[in-house]
């Protein structure tokens, strides 16, 4: 055969593939998401989401331990309150369950970064991310609350926050409250580019979130849209958002692509609950090796142009990257 280009010449051991890799990627850009209840001596397994806990603030730390030695590095927290009302007070109570979280976490572990979902859905009876007015999210009202959250979990001693909502214009109105508070230098990753998406069944169940009643069609996205990702990206982007998230993760490769390419921030992926129900589910069948399939599924999120990560399986990234086996 009279060729010249060969591409396996590339692929013929380990120390040319390493050499030639195009994602390279680092523990540094992993978040692990966290489920604190209220309540004490709690330390309890997700049906949904086996080998992931909800913890009470007395048990957090010995899992922030784990963390730091697995080598994780960042932690987003969700909150479960013992009784949620109406209005989602406990989202923005002082004394609710995040706060005291971060105040814990921020004594005992200072070394991690902290950074905390902001949103009404597991603090609010109707299961809804917002204030209804009958059977509606009412926005514009939704947005003062989110804000008083987000505010309160940043003077509880979070690093950065991460509203998750989909109202519109809550960038600008946490933002402004921040910035009005003395909070200037406090990033926002905004959950930008969320779908309303089937693969968030097991988290509702983990914090009990599920809407009493319909859906959350009228805020978050329709999965059948591609456009309207870049458009609720830029708005966010002019709000003043410092990172842009996309999520779920493994069937909107195409989004992230896209988002990665036309945004000049730093783009978040988050592999959300439902994609970690199926990797372990089928693991436990034996149906497919779940390492494997752990970190190819990292690596096609980077590579389709995420910069961080989120995900359930973070410490065995950690550790799948400290062996080399991906990098
Ligand atoms: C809160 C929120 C949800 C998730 C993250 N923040 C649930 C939802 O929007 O219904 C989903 C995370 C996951 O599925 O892992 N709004």
Known sequence: MDMIKRPR????????????????????????????????????????????????????????????KAGVENLMLFGIPAHKDEMGSQAYAENGIV??????????FP????????CMCEYTSHGH?????????????????LAKTALSHVQAGADMVAPSDMMDGRILALRRCLDGNGFKETPIMSYAVKYASAFYGPFRDAAGSAPSFGDRKSYQMDFHNR??????????????????????????LDVISEVSKEINLPIA??????????????????????AKIICEMAVSTYRAGADIYLTYFAKELAGYMAEGRIG
């Open 9 to 68: 010449r590339l692929r013929g051991n380990e120390a040319i593939r390493k050499m030639v890799r195009e994602t390279r990627i680092d523990k540094s850009s992993l978040i692990y998401p966290l489920f604190v209840i209220d309540g004490e001596n709690i330390e309890e397994e997700i049906p949904s989401m086996p080998g992931q806990y909800r913890f009470s603030v007395d048990r957090l730390p010995y899992e922030l331990e784990r963390l730091t």
């Open 99 to 108: 706060q005291r979280a971060l105040r814990e976490g921020k004594k005992q």
């Open 111 to 118: 070394g991690l970064y902290y950074i905390t979902d902001v």
């Open 129 to 145: 991310c917002g204030v209804l007015c009958g059977h509606d999210v009412e926005n514009d009202a939704t947005l003062e609350l």
């Open 227 to 252: 456009k309207e990702g870049m458009k609720e990206a830029l708005m966010d982007v002019d709000e003043g958002a410092d990172i842009i998230m996309v999520k779920p993760a493994l069937s909107y």
């Open 269 to 290: 992926a988050y592999s959300v609950s439902g994609e970690y129900a199926m990797v372990k589910a089928a693991a436990k069948m034996g149906y497919i090796d779940e």
